[in-house]
């Protein structure tokens, strides 16, 4: 695999010219002078095919942002286009193993060793993968088996019970970033994986009526939220991507009258890119791949490892694999036999509402967010909500939880409320979706090679009594096993993002995560907690 890189910005032509002369698979890295789009320039005379590239280049740059690499797949098969903002340029090490520069090389910083517990396993150690598991078919585990069935790899997903019937059966999620102004690791993942996962979108479900919407206005609901919207809004190098807007621009965007609680110059900030989607539909897609295998019904009763592969115990039969995923969401905890059970996840519940549109509601536009959130009218009915309980594993329907996302809906946009509510008085006719997210202790997800944590007590013992000790043994870890969950309310933004990043850990593909990210979403991290902090981590 060839991974050419560019100081500067190519024509078309010249990367046209690259990608007919040298075989695929091509990585092709292009350093963006500044945090701009890029204008890739074409020639007086360029053939319909430049054209065509340019327009696909254009098409995916929209989302472009400047925190960190971005990946773009899919605009011609085998090749990957790698656009890398100033701040990322000077450590491209951290993607790639080598580089063949197509310009004056642009000089690196120096790569300094991971510890230990963050290092991938040996390349001695990792096995060549035939055929890979998947174990959990939402969101994350669609998105993972895509991101491997996209390189040739046979999946076999086990799903206990339907696809996208957990926490990834909302009927409307929304897709859009709610990031910090502070280049947190959160605002990184967040802000890569939302273009991610709107390019792919637009990949696998082109022009389908089971996305769409006109942007997202997320609205300020409180202090503190106005003051993190205006910090956002004054960052002009993402304004492609999102923007401040004052009350009459927000209105005449959504379409009806919105309600604003705070007298500022701007009610919120405008995702112009952001879009409603049915995330079952999505799944769907994501799953239909001739490589991969989707079983339905098929809880994993037992999983073992026999020294060559994994064998996985079902109701249905047993299945085997080189490689193991684990993308089970709010089932991670009831797994006593993995690694997963032993994690401190949190379990947290949400519930969303359904009810038919109104003569009014239908003018409404675009998904309007808040505290709470609506989405346009889709067949009729508009999606609301969502309820926010944490340590709760009920997934029934809650009549109390429904009163409050209708409270939450009038506090919102009242004459919307008031609108529907009113058309609708009894919930029990239409119900939402109610299920289980799953969550990390500090948000962020678990996503990377899962570590043998019995072993790794021993191995790293000496960081109980200091926590800067010197430990340099390599860590032991589960062989050929991973991890991609515990996404809380964002699995829209990040999943497919860490999916990619899984897929590259396996395949040993360059990585679209930087490396302080990949430490902070490591599954090991909650390890090497535990062992400092002198915390029991039985299942």
């Known amino acids: 695999m060839d991974n050419l890189a560019w100081g500067g910005i190519p024509d078309i032509r010249t990367l046209y010219n690259i990608i007919g002369k040298r075989a695929q698979p091509l990585n092709l ?86 510890k230990p517990w963050f290092a991938l396993p040996q390349t001695s150690e990792r096995q060549k993968p035939e055929h890979v598991f998947v174990i959990g078919a939402g969101i994350s585990g669609a998105a993972t088996a895509h991101a491997l069935a996209s ?33 947190t690791e959160q605002t990184e993942l967040l802000l890569a994986g939302y273009g991610y996962t ?8 082109p022009e389908s009526e089971t996305w769409g919407g006109n942007g997202i206005i997320h609205l300020n609901y409180s202090r503190t939220e106005q003051q993190r919207n205006h910090e956002l809004g004054l960052q002009k190098h993402h304004n492609h991507l999102y923007r401040s807007i ?25 995702w112009q890119h952001g879009v409603w989607l049915n995330p079952p539909a999505f799944v769907r897609a994501l799953l239909s791949h001739p490589l991969i295998k989707l079983h339905e019904d098929t809880p994993l009763t037992g999983i073992s490892h026999d020294g060559e592969k994994w064998i996985a115990s079902t109701p249905n039969g047993i299945f085997s694999a080189t490689h193991i995923v684990y993308c089970t969401g709010a089932h991670s905890p009831c797994l006593p036999e993995t ?33 709470s959130y609506i989405s346009p009218s889709w067949h009729g009915l508009h999606c609301y909500g969502a309820s926010f309980i944490p340590n709760s594993s009920h997934t029934g329907w809650n009549e109390a939880e429904e009163t409050s996302n209708r409270q939450a809906l009038a506090h919102l946009n009242p004459a919307l409320a008031e609108s529907l509510f009113a ?7 239409y119900r939402g979706h109610a299920a289980i997210r799953c969550d990390s202790p500090d948000h962020l997800p678990i996503v990377g090679a899962l570590g043998d944590i019995a072993a790794m007590r021993q191995t790293y013992a000496k960081l109980a009594l200091d926590k800067n000790y010197r430990i340099d043994s390599p860590c032991p870890y589960l062989p050929n096993a991973y991890a991609n969950t515990a996404h809380g309310t964002r699995g829209l933004a990040t999943a497919p993002i860490c999916a990619a990043a899984v897929a590259a850990e396996i395949l040993d593909l360059p990585h679209p995560l930087s490396k302080r990210l990949r430490h902070a979403i490591h599954p090991n991290r909650t390890v090497i907690r535990a062992i400092v902090r002198r915390q029991n981590m039985t299942p």
């Open 29 to 114: 890295i292009i350093c963006l002078p500044d945090n701009q789009i890029p204008n890739f320039q074409t020639a007086q005379d360029a053939s319909d095919a430049e054209c065509r590239l340019k327009h696909r280049l254009d098409q995916a740059t929209q989302c472009l942002q400047f925190n960190s690499i971005n990946l773009i797949e899919h605009i011609l098969p085998d090749v990957r286009f790698w656009l890398v903002p100033p701040s990322r340029t000077h450590r491209l090490h951290e993607h790639f193993h080598h580089i063949s520069w197509q310009t004056e090389a642009i000089a690196q910083t120096e790569n300094t060793p991971d």
């Open 151 to 183: 390189h040739g790899i046979s999946v076999t997903v086990l799903e206990a019970r339907k696809a996208a019937q957990a926490a990834s059966g909302n009927r409307q999620g929304l897709l859009y970033a709610k990031i910090s102004p502070h280049d």
């Open 198 to 205: 709107k390019r792919l979108l637009g990949h696998i479900l």
């Open 246 to 270: 004052t009350q009459a621009e927000a209105e005449k965007i959504a379409g009806i009258p919105l309600s604003v609680p705070y007298d500022h110059p701007s009610c919120g900030l405008f």
């Open 339 to 371: 690694n997963l059970a032993a994690l401190p996840l949190r379990q947290i519940r949400g519930q969303t509402g359904l009810t038919p549109s109104t003569p009014f509601s239908e003018q409404l536009r675009c998904a309007v967010s808040g505290e």
């Open 423 to 429: 058309a609708n008085p009894n919930p029990q006719k």
